[in-house]
Structure formats: C-alpha cells, structure tokens
C-alpha cells in the first residue's frame, strides 16, 4: 500500500512564494520517483516538475528559472519551492509517486496520486 499526501498549498500575492510538500509511504524496497502536477478546472492535469531517485529534476518550461523541486531521502519527503509566483500558477498542485524497481527480485510497479493542495496566486 502506497500513500502520498501533500501539504503548503495557500493564497499568495504575485511575486510571493510557496513550498508544497509531498510525503511517499510504501513499500521500503522500491524507490520512488516523485513528480507535481497541476491542474485548472476545464484543462488537463499538466506536468510541473520531477525529480528521481538520483535526485535529477526536470521542470515544465513555464516554471523553469522559479521552481525548484529537492528530496530529503531521510524523511521520505520532497519539496517544491515556488517563487516568483504569477497568477497563472494558480491550480490544484497534484503529487505522483511512481515505484522504481531497486532489486530485479523484487520489481516494483505503479504510479500513486495525493488528494492535491489548492495553490492561488492573486494580482
């Protein structure tokens, strides 16, 4: 059983920041693979930002420069530190937790969601 829960979401003024916490609880042999993504009613759930296992990150080009997405392997926790925030960045910030095989004994399969943290941005 695999669990993700998210936390940090709120109401900003433009140019303000905030960091979204993500909390992974699973199965100890797998690694995780830990991404955000957003979602504006009406649209498709989009790509924000990734990180792996290795702790390499990739990020939509939209956020690039503002966003920055880290891991603390200790707590089983990542963060996305958001600044620079803009009104387009308001959305239901959503976190996925996708399982990565460590043991080719014990393959590990499977993407989990969190429930979403609301993220608004006003001018």
């Known amino acids: 059983q695999v669990q993700v829960g998210e936390s940090g979401g709120g109401s900003v003024q433009a140019g303000g920041s905030l960091r979204l916490s993500c909390a992974a609880s699973?199965?100890?042999?797998?690694?995780?693979?830990m991404s955000w993504y957003r979602q504006v009613p009406g649209n498709e759930r989009e790509f924000v930002s990734g990180?792996?296992?290795?702790?390499?990150?990739e990020y939509a080009d939209s956020v690039t420069g503002r966003f920055t997405f880290s891991r603390d392997n200790a707590k089983n926790t990542v963060y996305l530190q958001m600044n620079n925030l803009k009104p387009e960045d308001s959305a239901m910030y959503y976190c996925?937790?996708?399982?990565?095989?460590?043991?080719?004994?014990?393959?590990?399969?499977?993407?989990?969601w969190g429930q979403g943290t609301q993220v608004t941005v006003y001018s």
């Open positions: 996925r937790a996708r399982l990565t095989t460590r043991s080719i004994w014990r393959p590990c399969t499977g993407a989990y």
């Open positions: 699973g199965p100890t042999i797998c690694g995780y693979d």
């Open positions: 990180i792996d296992t290795d702790g390499d990150t």
